[in-house]
């Protein structure tokens, strides 16, 4: 086969550090701007960025280009730059060293897209905690769960 060819949504999930509620709204339109800014400029199709006070979702089509890894360091490290110049109450912001990254189905996107609106909603009953704990158990991710948090 002399062409290479791929298309793998990633549902990406990660939280701020000690899920510090510090992602207030004033932000967060801006900040999910951001976060497609660096998708976009690596090649990584946004479909769907949102979250909640204390944590981000990005629904994504991840480039052939780039390993998943790096996606995260360049959204991460891209992100914690930008937040910290938004005034001094971000002065010493920091994102989870860890993170969660799920695969989707094509079929699936507009499922998590639409999930990904409904975060607000999602989390008057929700803890983010029990969010993510929820997701590795659908997808069968083994943890321990000393070392899930940070």
Known sequence: MSQSL???YVHIVFSTKHRSKILIPEIQPNLYAY????????????IKIGGYLDHVHILCLLSKKIALISLLQELKTGT???????GKRFAEFHWQDGYGTFSVSPSQTNIVADYITKQIEHHKKVS????YRAFLKK???????????D
Do not use: H, L
């Open 35 to 46: 976060f497609g800014g660096i998708c976009n400029n690596i090649e990584c199709n946004p």
């Open 80 to 86: 914690s730059k930008w937040i910290k110049t938004q």
């Open 139 to 149: 997808y069968k991710v083994d943890y321990d769960e000393r070392y899930v948090w």
């Open 6 to 8: 791929a298309k793998m």
């Open 128 to 131: 983010f905690q029990d969010e």
